[in-house]
């Protein structure tokens, strides 16, 4: 029991740290909180699906790569129309977040017209297929789950210690006015760090899917809830902290929703992340904001 | 090499600069002294690209730089070492100058200047792998002046680089940016440290609310009454 509880725990904390990676990505470099990443979401979800059943059936991992690629440009797309205009006029951060609203609001609308509202069957892999991890029933989906999420994390870590566009993500969180003096492209760097949290919302949205082995339209804000929840928890703005932040939710509620009900199961993650505005408003790892002169 | 006509910057409806003509020619180290608000990291900041002047001209090797992006300056090899260093704390000393090199290309190229840099800056050299915000105020400084040589500039400029350092590190900074200087880089210095910045100054500009009111070599200057009274304490 406890082992299986633990084990759909870190499935289900996979899913949230990816998409609350993006939050905090875009929350280190902007003070912002993007909230059209909920939407990405959804969206890469359902033109996952919109390939997979007029497409691109036959393969799984070729539908997988072109939902990637999709949500990536339009993570880009996003940052050059709705949020560089704002950024450029050096208005307050506040005309951002209300615009990234606006964009979630603009793409919900697209998903649910094209959708519908009703609840659709979402391919899966390997269904039905169940492996004993030390008595915990463990399915092959789940299993996938977190090797990709580990192999997505291990990726993000060489990327932003050793690849030049990477660091120059980690410098923009750190000095912005010093990454323009120094000629870096920051435009472009910041259209590249909506593209990658968009990306990771996308692997999010279809491992989410998968999981349920449904879709419906209200999948994006349920999750991208808590997983700004778990952004919040682990600390917003560093990139540890959401993946610590999105297992310690996930596993706090799988334990609440095994031992007690699954309704209770909802309320933990509004819960923590109240408790934690309340006594350590910086999070796990996030460190006093210093005014940056 | 470089030609400023008539500079004009504004913050809202403050004027920070009003009117600012000046050149820099190739090989020189060309100061700007003034004190507290006269509007020295103002002018740095439009030479950089990062402020947007509001009239005026900026010319630099005889192209019309006024609207350039400060990436392409940087490009085209004008470097700003800011006022307060902003090197970046959380990065290592060797991450902080690859930052520096973002728009070098050549891979030779940036292998020499990394080296130049640990020449100039042996105290910084052994410590490569240290975080940055960790160093000494001395050695962020060197840091702040090797990132900005990693670009392989042809003007440095240097906002206040003597700024909260002690009078032996001033006067290392000082014989540094002379040999940088001797090492063909032309160099453009803002300083409130008038004595030590006209010493080893060909030509300098005194500002003072935004304007130019006296210009000359450094010599002359260190001997102009009014500059002795107003920035070199009589
Ligand atoms: N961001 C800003 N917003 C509004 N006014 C500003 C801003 N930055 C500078 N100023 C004003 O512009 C004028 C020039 O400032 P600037 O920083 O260029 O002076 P400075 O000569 O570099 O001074 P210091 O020696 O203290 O560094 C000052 O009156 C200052 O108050
Ligand atoms: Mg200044």
Not at chain 1, 84 to 106: H, Q
Not at chain 1, 223 to 248: D, S
Not at chain 2, 129 to 152: F, P, V, Y
Not at chain 2, 168 to 177: S, Y
Request: glycine share 10%; hydrophobic share 45%.
């Amino acid at each position: 029991m406890l082992l299986q509880i633990l084990v759909n725990g870190i499935s289900l904390g996979s899913i949230y740290a990816l998409t609350a990676i993006g939050y905090s990505l875009i929350y280190s470099i902007l003070q912002l909180i993007n909230m059209s990443n909920a939407a990405v979401f959804l969206t890469s979800a359902v033109i996952f699906y919109a390939l997979y059943t007029s497409l691109t059936g036959s393969s799984v991992l070729l539908t997988f790569i072109l939902t990637l690629m999709a949500a990536g440009a339009i993570g880009y797309v996003i940052e050059v129309i709705a949020i560089r205009p704002i950024r450029e006029k050096g208005d307050s951060n506040t005309y951002a977040l209300i615009s990234s609203i606006g964009v979630k609001t603009i793409l919900e609308q697209i998903c649910q017209g094209t959708f519908g509202s009703e609840i659709k069957q979402f391919p899966t892999l390997l269904d039905g297929k169940y492996i004993d991890l030390f008595g915990a029933r463990t399915s092959a989906i789940q299993i996938i789950i977190i090797l990709t999420t580990l192999f997505i994390l291990g990726f993000m870590s060489w990327f932003t210690q050793n690849n030049r566009v990477g660091r120059g993500l980690r410098a923009l969180s750190q000095n912005l006015n010093a990454c323009h003096l120094m000629g870096m492209p920051v435009n472009t760097l910041i259209g590249v760090s909506f593209a990658v949290g968009s990306m990771l919302a996308a692997v999010s949205g279809v491992a989410y899917c998968m999981y349920l082995k449904s879709i419906s339209i209200s999948v994006g804000s349920a999750i991208g809830n808590k997983a700004f929840a778990a952004t919040v928890l682990g600390g917003i703005g560093e990139l540890k902290g959401a993946v610590v932040g999105g297992y310690i939710l996930a596993i706090a509620e799988s334990f609440v929703s095994g031992y007690y009900s699954m309704a209770a199961s909802n309320f933990i993650s509004f819960g923590i992340l109240i408790l934690v505005l309340i006594i350590r408003p910086t999070g796990i790892f996030g460190k006093k904001e210093q005014k940056k002169v | 090499m470089l030609q400023v006509n008539d500079l004009h910057t504004y913050y809202g409806n403050i004027k920070a600069l009003r009117g600012v003509s000046f050149h820099v020619e190739k090989g020189e180290i060309l100061s700007f002294i003034g004190a507290n608000g006269a509007g020295k990291s103002t002018l740095m900041n439009t030479l950089s690209g990062t402020l947007k002047p509001k009239a005026g001209q900026i010319l630099f090797e005889g192209e019309d730089i006024t609207k350039l992006s400060p990436r392409d300056r940087v490009k085209k090899g004008i470097i700003l070492a800011p006022e307060g260093r902003q090197i970046f704390p959380k990065f290592t000393v060797e991450e902080n100058l690859l930052m520096g090199a973002y728009t070098v290309n050549d891979k030779e190229l940036n292998k020499r200047n990394y080296e130049k840099v640990f020449e100039l800056f042996p105290q910084i050299k052994d410590r490569q792998k240290q975080i940055a915000g960790t160093l000494s105020g001395g050695e962020q400084q060197m840091l702040a002046i090797g990132r900005a040589l990693m670009s392989d500039p042809k003007i440095l400029m240097l906002d206040e680089p003597s700024l909260g350092l002690s009078p032996i590190l001033v006067e290392q900074i000082f014989d540094l940016i002379n040999e940088i200087n001797n090492q063909g880089t032309t160099i453009l210095l803002v300083e409130q440290n008038a004595m030590a910045a006209l010493e080893i100054s060909d030509r300098a500009y005194a500002l003072e609310t935004g304007e130019i009111t006296i210009e000359g070599t450094g010599k002359e200057l260190l001997h102009n009454d009014l500059i002795r009274k107003s920035y070199l304490g009589g």
